[in-house]
């Protein structure tokens, strides 16, 4: 398995930002080419995770590499040539969000990959 050379973690409450190409993105971002809204949530942090991790092994060539009290890291495999995008999952109980990054490892553009995943994680957590 390749191993991530990517800044992957949690830094001062915030992910790493998105680089400039076309290949992540960020609840956390400023612009518009990276930006994506955060889940909301009720009820606790512990039922929120329950939920993401559920939704994560629901999908196929997923895995989750890291699994800490409000943060998770899970590898995401594309179908057609097997690239890995890491998905960062931060979870805020003050604020009830979930705030996400997702980011494709290599190349310069993921074709709206990362996006669409993300956008269908918050469809499938909010109807879960």
Known sequence: MAKSKKRIGIVDGKFYPCPNTP??????ALDNQHKIDPIQYSGSLSE????????????????????????????????????VDD????????????HFRSRARLGYSDMGVNRKRMENIRNIYVNL
């Open 23 to 28: 290949n992540c993105v960020s609840t956390q």
């Open 87 to 98: 998905v960062e999952f931060l979870f805020d109980d003050s604020d009830k969000v979930i």
């Open 48 to 83: 929120a995770k329950e939920k993401i991790v559920k939704i994560i092994n629901s999908l196929k060539r997923s895995k989750i590499i890291t699994d800490k009290e409000n943060y998770i890291h899970a590898e995401f495999r594309t179908a057609t040539f097997r690239f």
